[in-house]
T-cell receptor, first 115, second 110 residues
Framework: DVKVTQSSRYLVKRTGEKVFLECVQDMDHENMFWYRQDPGLGLRLIYFSYDVKMKEKGDIPEGYSVSREKKERFSLILESASTNQTSMYLC??????????????FGPGTRLLVL | RKEVEQDPGPFNVPEGATVAFNCTYS??????FFWYRQDCRKEPKLLMS???SGNEDGRFTAQLNRASQYISLLIRDSKLSDSATYLCVVKKNSGYALNFGKGTSLLVTP
């Protein structure tokens, strides 16, 4: 089974702090994604990566950056956390090629509260 | 117009009922469509892909109408365990990223 893990389930940070959210997948997937999910707004794509050291902006990249130094790990960075970044953050991965190439497998999510 | 639109519900149905959800998408060039399921406070998981010819998986049937740009999900003989949020998903035109609808909430009651 594909396993996507996220470093924390719950996180509380203060405004202005630098925040790192880590995501690791164990299935050698090329693609990795970061979303945030908010009530009434659904899942919105922040950044994604198709390969090591590659990144693409999603729909709402402002205030975020990402890092992909190894294939299995994709980090989301909040350079200076703000209260409007309080949200559920979900990481996902998918394979390139094959019958399940478009299926995204999600981690359990990190619920971030910025005070 | 939003890229993927769904009725948020909630749909409250008794066990054994048949329930249908619709979803519309704005990009006529979209090629791949899915339904994901998200249980309360859990991550989304793929329920089924939606093919042009329609597809069925047990009690679940998904259909695509390209002319009208909508996707449907039919659940027959609803079970309590079907209670969840159902997300309509359309693949973006380029690459592997997906557009998610906001979800339709289903509550199946005894």
């Amino acid at each position: 089974d594909v396993k996507v893990t996220q470093s924390s389930r719950y996180l509380v940070k203060r405004t202005g702090e630098k925040v790192f959210l880590e995501c690791v997948q164990d299935m050698d997937h090329e693609n990795m994604f970061w979303y945030r999910q908010d009530p009434g707004l659904g899942l919105r794509l922040i950044y994604f990566s198709y390969d090591v050291k590659m990144k693409e902006k999603g729909d709402i990249p402002e205030g975020y950056s990402v890092s992909r130094e190894k294939k299995e790990r994709f980090s989301l960075i909040l350079e200076s956390a703000s209260t409007n970044q309080t949200s559920m953050y979900l990481c996902a991965s998918s394979l390139v090629g094959g019958p399940s190439q478009e299926t995204q497998y999600f981690g359990p999510g990190t619920r971030l509260l910025v005070l | 117009r939003k890229e993927v639109e769904q009725d948020p519900g909630p749909f409250n149905v008794p066990e054994g009922a048949t329930v249908a959800f619709n979803c519309t998408y704005s990009n006529s060039a979209s090629q791949s469509f899915f339904w994901y399921r998200q249980d309360c406070r859990k991550e989304p998981k793929l329920l089924m892909s939606v093919y042009s010819s329609g597809n069925e998986d047990g009690r679940f049937t998904a259909q695509l109408n390209r002319a009208s740009q909508y996707i449907s999900l039919l659940i027959r003989d609803s079970k309590l365990s079907d209670s969840a949020t159902y997300l309509c998903v359309v693949k973006k035109n380029s690459g592997y990223a997906l557009n998610f609808g906001k979800g339709t909430s289903l509550l199946v009651t005894p």
